[in-house]
C-alpha cells in the first residue's frame, strides 16, 4: 500500500511540474513543417500554389484523457510584378483541449515575397489574430458543496467567480530568406529565417488577477539536398525561446521518390529533454497523409505510461509541374 501511494505521489508533483513548466508555452507540434504558419508565417514566401492542410495530435492519453488538438491550415499565392514578387494570404487555426480547458486561435496572415537576386528572396509576413480561452466549469466540484457527505450542485462553492470565456488579439510577424534554384542550376536549396508571436503580449485572466502570454522567438534553418533520381535530404533546425524556455528541435526528412507523382516520406527529430518523434507519410499527386509518434523521454515518462503523443497530418498541395520545385514539401 505504501509503494502505490508513493508512486501516486510521485505521479501527482511530476504532473504538477510539468504544468508549472508548460504554463503560458504555445501548442506545439512534432510536425512542425505542417503546421508552418506558427512556425514562421514567412514561408508562404516558397508556397507555390493553394494549400491546405489538417493536423491531430494527441498527447498524455492516461491523464484525463489527455490532450487533443486540431488544426486547419490553407495558403494562397497571388503572383505580382511579372514574377518577380508574389503576395500570400494565409489562415491558420487550430482548437486545443485539455480536460475542462480549451483554447481556440485563429489568425490570418499576409505575405511578400521578393525575389532580390536571381534564385534568391527575401520573404517578410504579418499575423494577426484572436485566442480564446475557455473553461468548462459546469464539471468542477468543490468541497463546500458536500454537506453532510452528500454533494449537490445546487449548494454555494464559497470559490471566487471564475470567468468561463477570455479573449484577447495577437500579433506577430516573420521574416526568411531562401535561395531556391532549379535542379539543373544546383541540387542545394536552403533557407534562413526568424519569426516573433505575441509581440502584443496579450494578457488573459479568468479570475482577478493578470496571467500574460510571453513573446516567442523563433529561428529556423533548413537545406534541401536533391539526389540525382530517387532521394532527397533534407535535415533542419529550429530553436525557439519563450518564457526563459528555450526549445532545440533539430531533425531531417527523406524523400524516397517512386516517380513524378509518389513519394514515401521518412522523418526523425530530437527535441532537447523532451522527446524523439518519429514519422512516416505517403504523397500521392499532391495528397499526403502523415503519421508521427513521439517517444517521451522526460521524467514523466519515467513514471506514468501513456505520456506518448500520436500525430496525423492530411494535406493537399495544387501545384503545376513546372513549378514543383518548392523547397518544403
Known amino acids: 500500500m505504501k509503494k502505490i501511494l508513493a508512486k501516486q505521489l510521485v505521479v501527482i508533483v511530476t504532473i504538477c511540474i510539468s504544468v ?71 489562415l491558420n487555426a487550430f482548437n486545443d483541449k485539455a480536460g475542462a480547458f480549451s483554447n481556440l486561435d485563429i489568425s490570418l496572415a499576409v505575405n511578400y515575397n521578393l525575389l532580390i537576386a536571381e534564385n534568391h528572396n527575401l520573404s517578410a509576413s504579418l499575423t494577426g489574430g484572436y485566442i480564446q480561452k475557455s473553461l468548462d466549469a459546469k464539471g468542477l466540484t468543490f468541497d463546500s458543496q458536500y454537506v453532510l457527505g452528500t454533494y449537490s450542485e445546487n449548494n ?3 470559490e471566487q467567480r471564475i470567468n468561463e470565456k477570455t479573449g484577447v488579439p495577437d500579433v506577430g510577424f516573420g521574416v526568411m530568406w531562401f535561395y531556391n534554384p532549379p535542379k539543373d542550376v544546383s541540387k542545394i536549396n536552403t533557407y534562413v529565417g526568424f519569426s516573433m508571436f505575441h509581440v502584443n503580449q ?19 534553418t533548413g537545406i534541401k539536398i536533391s539526389g540525382e533520381d530517387k532521394l532527397d535530404v533534407m535535415p533542419n533546425i529550429i530553436i525557439s ?55 517521451v523521454k522526460s521524467s514523466l515518462g519515467k513514471v506514468l505510461p501513456g505520456t506518448n503523443a500520436n500525430e496525423i497530418t492530411l494535406s493537399y498541395k495544387l501545384i503545376k509541374k513546372d513549378e514543383k520545385k518548392a523547397l518544403v514539401n
Do not use: C
Not at 56 to 67: F, L, N
Not at 202 to 212: A, H
Not at 255 to 280: S, T
Open 202 to 220: 496579450p494578457v488573459f485572466s479568468n479570475i482577478k488577477g493578470k496571467g500574460e502570454l510571453p513573446v516567442r522567438y523563433s529561428y529556423q
Open 156 to 158: 454555494p462553492s464559497s
Open 20 to 90: 508549472l513548466t508548460l504554463h503560458g508555452q504555445d501548442v506545439r507540434f512534432s510536425q512542425v513543417l505542417n503546421n508552418p504558419l506558427k512556425m514562421n508565417p514567412a514561408i508562404m514566401g516558397m508556397n507555390k500554389g493553394l494549400t491546405g492542410i489538417l493536423n491531430y495530435r494527441s498527447q498524455w492519453a492516461s491523464i484525463d484523457k489527455g490532450y487533443k488538438t486540431y488544426g486547419l491550415t490553407a495558403m494562397y499565392p497571388i503572383p505580382m510584378n511579372q514574377g518577380k514578387g508574389k503576395l500570400d494570404i494565409g
Open 241 to 295: 525561446s519563450q518564457q526563459n524556455n528555450l526549445d532545440i528541435a533539430a531533425g531531417v526528412y527523406l524523400n524516397l521518390k517512386f516517380n513524378e507523382d509518389m513519394k514515401l516520406i521518412i522523418g526523425a527529430w530530437y527535441r532537447k529533454q523532451d522527446a524523439f518523434p518519429f514519422m512516416v507519410g505517403f504523397e500521392y499527386k499532391g495528397i499526403a497523409i502523415e503519421y508521427s509518434y513521439d517517444m
